[in-house]
């Protein structure tokens, strides 16, 4: 019997329930055909936000989800962040250390390369880096001294396989990036009577090639709760936090869950002002959020 799992969310359930209805569900707007799947009927957080074998590996000795298991692993551990920022008090710092701090940003690197949004630019690297950047080294088995085999070279880049892997081993890799970042890392809470939004292009970066752990972000946590790397202006208004859902409806890849469709129809037509470029609406974001 075949155990390997097929559905690989790339935004893991646990993250997904910080968006929800008081029935742990959401609608889901098509953002292509600008259209709410099914009329608007509530899904789970199982239904949306996956591919299928988006991380299984195919050999000839048959098939495996290794990788799956390894966004788990992390997947868990971070849950366990999640739920205590969702329960503490604001006073408390959300419940969380200074070491808690770099499990939340290596997730958010995690997250980056694990989207459909961000496929192209792992693609890019693979093309532009040398094998040995991503830690992997070609050997001789007679002298196991590291070798350069061109042919070799260009099938491990081409496979597939490679591709779904890199997505697991990016955010190790880049890790090292979070020691030259000294920018100061909050959590602000917005105010909840909003419905909630989630994309699946979540986390907002003013530049388009972002350096991950490095640049100033906005990354929503929850409903409420925003994740942001950058010197705060303590200025948590109502109209911010809709132009953060701006930004997360107009970057989407194919999807956004929300719990009220006439929220995104009054997103859809604020965003149709000649203003409301992607481009302004992060300049106005990070100008008025981050000092």
Not at 143 to 169: G, H, M, Q, S, Y
Not at 196 to 221: E, G, M, Q, T, W
Not at 251 to 264: E, L, P, R
Request: net charge negative.
């Amino acid at each position: 019997m075949n155990n390997t799992s097929w559905r690989h969310h790339y935004l893991p359930e646990f993250y997904l329930k910080g968006f929800t209805n008081q029935d742990g569900k959401f609608k889901i707007f098509d953002v292509h055909r600008q259209l709410f799947i099914k009329n608007g009927k509530d899904f789970s957080t199982e239904s949306y936000f996956f591919e299928e074998d988006g991380n299984t590996i195919h050999t000839d000795k048959g098939a495996d989800d290794f990788i799956e298991k390894g966004f788990a692993e992390v997947d868990n551990r971070v849950a366990d962040l999640f739920n205590k920022i969702r329960n503490a008090r604001p006073d408390t710092r959300f419940g969380l250390t200074e070491d808690d701090m770099p499990a939340l940003q290596h997730f958010i690197s995690v997250l980056f390369w694990r989207i459909p949004s961000n496929y192209d630019q792992i693609k890019k690297l693979i093309n532009e880096r040398e094998l040995h950047e991503f830690g992997l080294l070609l050997k001789s088995k007679d002298t196991n001294e590291v070798v350069r085999d061109e042919e070799l070279e260009n099938k491990i880049r081409n496979d597939p396989n490679f591709f779904k892997a890199l997505k697991l081993i990016l955010p190790y890799i880049t890790y090292k990036r979070i020691l030259d970042c000294n920018t100061p890392l909050n959590i602000q809470l917005f105010p909840g009577q909003l419905p909630a939004l989630c994309s699946d292009n979540p986390v907002i970066f003013k530049d388009p090639n972002p350096d991950i752990y490095y640049d100033d972000f906005i990354f929503p946590l929850t409903h409420t709760h925003v994740f942001i790397r950058g010197i705060l202006n303590k200025n948590a208004l109502v109209q911010i936090k809709v132009a953060i859902d701006q930004i997360l409806l107009k970057q989407a890849n194919k999807y956004v869950s929300c719990t009220d469709m006439k929220y995104v129809e009054m997103l859809n037509e604020l965003n149709k002002k000649p203003d409301r470029s992607l481009e302004n609406l992060k300049e106005y974001l990070f100008r008025t959020l981050i000092v």
